[in-house]
């Protein structure tokens, strides 16, 4: 659920402290591993209460900074951005859903999504990078697919070009 809401890696989410969420002003600090800066996101309440569930209901009562942990002891963080996915994973496939190699359905689909999420929304390349903690906006060339609505805008007609034959009817 934080992940889809904010578009946070699956490496930032297995090195997620308590400390790092503001619960009173919903909103989740950290430093990014891969780029090392910090960043600053809001927490939607569906989010909030799904970590706060978690938290008080789920995760083990142990002196672990660490917000998520394994389900068995001993307890400790997830080790990596597998020991995430793998937990998308689990729920995938005990939903039937069918998985192929390539065909998105993997946790990072949930910063894709914020990322094309974003862009719909008319959000600057600044302000989208910042959000996904890239260190420059022209990872964005690359990285949101190609809007075929925005394309449309582009386009241009034929008006006004004489048309010799009809091949395109």
Same mark, same amino acid.
């Given at each position: 659920?934080?992940?889809?809401?904010?578009?946070?890696?699956?490496?930032?989410?297995?090195?997620?402290?308590?400390?790092?969420?503001?619960?009173?002003?919903?909103?989740?600090?950290?430093?990014?591993?891969?780029?090392?800066?910090?960043?600053?996101?809001?927490?939607?309440?569906?989010?909030?209460?799904?970590?706060?569930?978690?938290?008080?209901?789920?995760?083990?009562?142990?002196?672990?900074?660490?917000?998520?942990?394994?389900?068995?002891?001993?307890? @400790?963080?997830?080790?990596? +951005?597998?020991?995430? !996915?793998?937990?998308? =994973?689990?729920?995938?496939? *005990?939903? /039937?859903?069918?998985? @192929?190699?390539?065909?998105? +359905?993997?946790?990072? !689909?949930?910063?894709? =999504?914020?990322?094309?999420? *974003?862009? /719909?929304?008319?959000?600057?390349?600044?302000?989208?990078?910042?959000?996904?903690?890239?260190?420059?906006?022209?990872?964005?060339?690359?990285?949101?697919?190609?809007?075929?609505?925005?394309?449309?805008?582009?386009?241009?007609?034929?008006?006004?070009?004489?048309?010799?034959?009809?091949?395109?009817?």
């Amino acid at each position: 659920m934080l992940a889809s809401v904010t578009g946070i890696r699956a490496i930032d989410i297995a090195n997620l402290k308590l400390r790092d969420i503001n619960w009173k002003e919903m909103t989740v600090y950290f430093i990014q591993c891969k780029t090392g800066f910090g960043v600053s996101l809001p927490m939607e309440s569906v989010a909030a209460e799904a970590v706060a569930d978690y938290i008080l209901n789920g995760r083990p009562d142990v002196a672990i900074p660490y917000v998520f942990l394994t389900v068995d002891p001993p307890f @400790r963080k997830l080790n990596d +951005k597998s020991s995430v !996915a793998n937990v998308l =994973n689990k729920y995938v496939k *005990l939903e /039937n859903i069918e998985k @192929r190699p390539r065909d998105g +359905k993997t946790f990072h !689909a949930f910063r894709r =999504n914020m990322g094309i999420w *974003l862009l /719909n929304s008319g959000a600057e390349p600044e302000l989208i990078s910042q959000v996904l903690g890239h260190q420059s906006k022209d990872v964005l060339k690359r990285y949101l697919p190609l809007d075929t609505s925005k394309l449309e805008i582009c386009a241009l007609n034929f008006d006004g070009i004489p048309v010799k034959s009809e091949v395109y009817r």
